[in-house]
Antibody
Framework: EVQLVESGGGLVQPGGSLRLSCATSGFTFSSYWMSWVRQAPGKGLEWVAN????????NYVDSVKGRFTISRDDAKNSLYLQMNSLRADDTAVYYC??????WGQGTLVTVSS | DIQMTQSPSSLSASVGDRVTITCRAS??????LSWHQQKPGKAPQLLIYAASTLYSGVPSRFSGSGSGTDFTLTISSLQPEDFATYYCQQTYRAPDTFGQGTRLEIK
């Protein structure tokens, strides 16, 4: 069974940092593009970033460029999102997503003073 | 960025109805188009990828079609568990943009 489990969310002050993790199982992690997608409260889905197999290519939505960094550890079957200089409009549920496949259950990030 | 526009934004239908949701891309995405379903308070789930390929375990009443800029998601006979919000997403060129969503409600 394909499983993706996010962790690392929480309450952080504006300007602060968080690192999200996504532990995966049930598929060959190293063979897939992986993405982070977020959903602000009451809003639609927003793609945030993705990373190619092996980590050789990374893409970001403009609003997080220079602040967020996506990475992966194929030995640990895990995906990460380092989030710096957080702003109130980064408040959302963050989902880990496998290309052509499953979504995690999400982890809530709240940016507030 | 490629803009994705869904129509309608909301839809009321009855159990047993045939329903079609459309998605239009601002430029060709070939068939790099996915459909996702999200129920209230739950994570989204993939229904269809590559415009018309049903993801594992998804009921056959769901189908997708289209290429280039125009795509459709069809539910052949609505079931009670299908009332949800549906999103299209292009994965042709980063950023992999989503449509604004179509909320399917019970009539």
């Amino acid at each position: 069974e394909v499983q993706l489990v996010e962790s690392g969310g929480g309450l952080v002050q504006p300007g602060g940092s968080l690192r999200l993790s996504c532990a995966t199982s049930g598929f060959t992690f190293s063979s897939y593009w992986m993405s982070w997608v977020r959903q602000a409260p009451g809003k639609g889905l927003e793609w945030v970033a993705n990373i190619k197999q092996g980590g050789s290519e990374k893409n970001y939505v403009d609003s997080v460029k220079g602040r967020f960094t996506i990475s992966r550890d194929d030995a640990k079957n895990s995906l990460y999102l380092q989030m710096n200089s957080l702003r109130a409009d980064d408040t959302a549920v963050y989902y880990c997503v496998r290309s052509r496949g499953a979504w995690g259950q999400g982890t809530l990030v709240t940016v507030s003073s | 960025d490629i803009q994705m526009t869904q129509s309608p934004s909301s839809l009321s239908a009855s159990v047993g109805d045939r329903v079609t949701i459309t998605c239009r891309a601002s430029q060709s995405v070939i068939t790099y188009l996915s459909w996702h379903q999200q129920k209230p308070g739950k994570a989204p789930q993939l229904l269809i990828y590559a415009a018309s390929t049903l993801y594992s375990g998804v009921p056959s009443r769901f189908s997708g079609s289209g290429s280039g800029t125009d795509f459709t998601l069809t539910i052949s006979s609505l079931q009670p568990e299908d009332f949800a919000t549906y999103y299209c997403q292009q994965t042709y060129r980063a950023p992999d943009t989503f449509g604004q969503g179509t909320r399917l409600e019970i009539k």
